[in-house]
């Protein structure tokens, strides 16, 4: 089973399936591990804080909360 990040779903699948949300609690980030962009933290609603923010910054692309 491949788990996407927020970020990463989007890009991939054009939509959110919400693999990694709901991990751990809210407001508390949670290290995980996405099938896209590998090691990483994310938010409790899928969110990647890691390399898909910098990326996001880099390339302006929006992401929907
Ligand atoms: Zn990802
Ligand atoms: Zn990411």
């Not at 996001?56 to 692309?61: L, N």
Request: proline share 5%.
């Amino acid at each position: 089973m491949a788990d996407f990040c927020k970020q990463c779903s989007i890009e991939v699948f054009g939509e959110d399936f919400g693999d990694l949300r709901g991990l751990g609690s809210p407001n508390v980030i949670y290290s995980t591990i996405c099938e896209g962009c590998g090691p990483t933290i994310v938010r409790f609603d899928g969110s990647c804080t890691g390399k898909c923010v910098l990326k996001r910054e880099a390339h302006s692309v929006p992401i929907k909360d």
